[in-house]
Structures are given as C-alpha cells and as structure tokens.
Nanobody, 119 residues
Framework: QVQLAESGGGLVQPGGSLRLSCAASGSALIINTINWYRQAPGKQRELVGRVTPYNTNYADSVKGRFTISRDNAKNTAYLQMNSLKVEDTAVYYC??????????????WGQGTQVTVSS
C-alpha cells in the first residue's frame, strides 16, 4: 500500500515563498503524473498545476509563480510557491498517479496541508 505524506505548509507574508512536499512511501515506485490542487474556504477544489510524462500545465492564477518538480530517488513531488498572494490561501493537496510493480498504476491523494498568506 502506497501512502502520501504532505508537508511544508504554514503561515507566510504576501510576497513570500513556501515549498510543499508530497512524499510517497514504498520502494520501486514510478511517479507518472503529479497534480497539485487547492481548496479555499467556501470554494471548490481547483487544479493548481499538473505534470505528466508529456507536458506541464499551470492555472493562469499561478503561472510564473508556482513550479512543480520531483525527486525520483526520494519518491517525492514538490510545489514551489513564490510571490505568494493572500488569494493563494487554501488547503493544498497533492494527487499522484504512481506505478508499483504489484499494484499497477493507482491514484493517491495526500492529506492536505494548510497554506495561509497574511500580513
């Protein structure tokens, strides 16, 4: 069973930066697709960015400020967030499609991490 553990959220001032991590437990894993979502209070969950084997896309609201990356050796995906704005305040979720030899390709969700941007 693969599990995801998110970390890196917190309180930051406008203009600041945070890096979120999403670590997958297990060995011999291949992360195929990385999605980062966020959900602000009273709003629907929205896709922040997606990295597939073929392309990378970001929501217009974060383009140029957020970057998704990965460390295959650590089975970890990252969301680097720069120039944060108050409107970036939300719970952030990672969503990974992971291939594991015995399980095949399965989608997993992180538990969510709170990001608060406030002065």
């Amino acid at each position: 069973q693969v599990q995801l553990a998110e970390s890196g959220g917190g309180l930051v001032q406008p203009g600041g930066s945070l890096r979120l991590s999403c670590a997958a437990s297990g060995s011999a894993l291949i992360i195929n697709t990385i999605n980062w979502y966020r959900q602000a209070p009273g709003k629907q969950r929205e896709l922040v960015g997606r990295v597939t084997p073929y392309n990378t896309n970001y929501a217009d609201s974060v383009k140029g400020r957020f970057t998704i990356s990965r460390d295959n050796a650590k089975n970890t995906a990252y969301l680097q967030m720069n120039s944060l704005k108050v409107e970036d305040t939300a719970v952030y979720y990672c969503h990974l499609n992971i291939y594991e030899r015995t399980l095949g390709s399965v989608d997993y969700w992180g538990q969510g991490t709170q990001v608060t941007v406030s002065s």
